[in-house]
């Protein structure tokens, strides 16, 4: 089968930069300059996270320096009015704090970004307190994954796996993170497992499936040209 897929705690980085919740709004933006950071987990106590400070909190600031506030009437706007007047973290802050634990998958992490609209999550554990952060391009990492290793992995884990007695029919071969599977197998039911399980392989872009079933293939299977 398929070796266990990495998890967050393989890809994110540990050393954080992070703020406490009584830090002025100037400190904040020093320390996202230093640091090249465009977000910062909020701490308090040993370093449990209550929430993250990000540009998009901070912009409202300038946003509004020259307007009435009277003008803006919608929730939305009210939040972002309410920002414009705050001067530290704690009332500057997005809380609660969207985080992630570091035995999550990269696919879990991947998804808690997409439905959120964020671009990193503070890694915490069972307590909420700090580990980490993980970002879009950390879980990217997967897909620079040799093209070798990948076929290495798709012939030990799924070839050698379903087709044990036909592996050395089927031809591997991976090219940009895009596996190709050829050649003839006796059970074509097989063929859409094969493509799923090298699709879970880590670091593979896509999967071109050309197995086709043998002339004494069993009855009832009928031969396949592709799937994906």
């Known amino acids: 089968m398929p070796e266990t897929p990495h998890i967050v705690s393989d890809v994110m980085t540990q050393t954080v930069v992070a703020v406490g919740r009584d830090a002025p709004f100037k400190e ?20 449990r996270v209550i929430g993250v400070v990000s540009e998009a909190d901070l912009l409202p600031k300038e946003e509004f320096r020259d307007s009435d506030p009277n003008r803006y009437t919608q929730l939305q706007r009210l939040s972002d009015l309410a ?9 500057l802050m997005s809380t609660p704090a969207v985080t992630v634990h570091a035995g999550a998958t990269l696919a879990q992490a991947a998804r808690i970004m997409a439905v959120k609209h964020i671009k ?75 493509a799923r399980l090298v699709r879970a392989v880590e670091g593979v872009v896509d999967v071109e499936c050309h197995l086709t079933g043998t002339s004494d293939a069993p009855t009832g299977t009928t031969p396949a040209q592709s799937a994906s």
């Open 28 to 47: 904040i933006v020093r320390t996202m300059e230093q640091w090249k950071v465009s977000a910062l987990p909020v701490l308090e106590g040993e370093g």
């Open 83 to 91: 920002k414009a007047g705050a001067v530290t973290a704690e009332k």
């Open 120 to 194: 990193r999550l503070p890694v915490v554990d069972g307590e909420g307190m700090l580990q980490g952060i993980v970002s879009r391009a950390d879980l990217l990492k997967v897909f620079l994954r040799a093209d070798e290793d990948i076929e290495e992995e798709v012939r030990r884990t799924v070839v050698a796996y379903l087709f044990p007695a036909f592996s050395h029919a089927i031809h591997v071969r991976v090219h940009e993170g895009v596996v190709t599977l050829s050649g003839q197998i006796r059970d074509t039911s097989l063929i859409s497992v094969a």
